[in-house]
């Protein structure tokens, strides 16, 4: 079982920042089996993939978020990241980071398959 801790969401102004935290309670050593990402859902919305890492490091983006969003782990901290730049409105939802013990397949490798955190609010007004 994988537990995830999200943090760092907030309220902020168009083109804030903010950067959000997961704790992915893994051993060091099994790191970099796991694909990690990052969804978001707004109220009325389906949940979206907004970045993920692979195994072997390489990153996706959503359209929408390329450019100004950047996701990162750290293997000693345990953690995985997104850093998220010139924030706007249409970025408001509850973020959550997902990971799962492979190779990523695309979104629906966790989407589908991944274990969840509790999600953290992300706030932007104009």
């Known amino acids: 079982q994988v537990q995830l801790v999200e943090s760092g969401g907030g309220s902020v102004q168009a083109g804030g920042s903010l950067r959000l935290s997961c704790a992915v309670s893994r051993q060091p050593y099994d790191w970099n089996f796991y694909c990690m990402g990052w969804f978001r859902q707004a109220p009325g919305k389906e949940r979206e993939g907004v970045a993920y890492?692979?195994?072997?490091?390489?990153?996706v983006y959503a359209d929408s978020v390329q450019s100004r969003f950047t996701i990162s782990k750290d293997r000693a901290k345990k953690a995985l990241y997104l850093q998220m730049n010139s924030l706007q409105p249409e970025d408001t939802a509850m973020y959550y980071c997902?990971?799962?013990?492979?190779?990523?397949?695309?979104?629906?490798?966790?989407?589908?398959?991944?274990?969840w955190g509790q999600g953290t609010q992300v706030t932007v007004s104009s």
């Open positions: 997902a990971v799962r013990r492979t190779y990523c397949l695309g979104w629906a490798t966790l989407r589908d398959l991944g274990y």
């Open positions: 890492i692979d195994t072997d490091g390489s990153t």
